[in-house]
């Protein structure tokens, strides 16, 4: 079982980028999936997370409008598209997923992929 998080890079403060979180060893239509992220010095921090019902819920206040997160079950995906990108956006990014709930806590998930770096510059 493995979640590979992937699409990270340098970009502009303004750019987007695309994340996806690909799964083998397991069906992610019956997992809630969620993306964090962990800056330099801070604890990691729920960003959002997409029920297997396909709901969204956004954690993080100043990312909402800005992100999206989406799956694509024929593919076994969960995308976290990043618009407008900021510099404070800059960090490690984990996609993590479960099966009972979306949660933004850590402790929740059972299953994590490597992360994948986003870096903002100004």
């Known amino acids: 079982v493995q979640l590979q998080a992937s699409g990270g890079g340098l970009v502009q403060a303004g750019g987007s980028l695309k994340l996806s979180c690909v799964a083998s060893?397991?069906?992610?239509?019956?997992?809630?999936v969620a993306w964090f992220r962990q800056a330099p010095g801070k604890e990691r921090e729920g960003v959002s997370c997409v029920y297997n019902s396909n709901k969204p819920v956004y954690y993080v206040e100043n990312t909402k409008g800005r992100f999206t997160i989406s799956r694509d079950g024929a593919r076994n995906t969960v995308y976290l598209q990043m618009e407008s990108l900021k510099p404070e956006d800059t960090a490690v990014y984990y996609c993590a997923a479960q099966r009972y709930y979306c949660s933004s806590r850590t402790q929740a998930y059972d299953k994590w992929g490597q992360g994948t770096q986003v870096t903002v510059s100004s």
């Open positions: 060893g397991l069906t992610l239509n019956y997992y809630h």
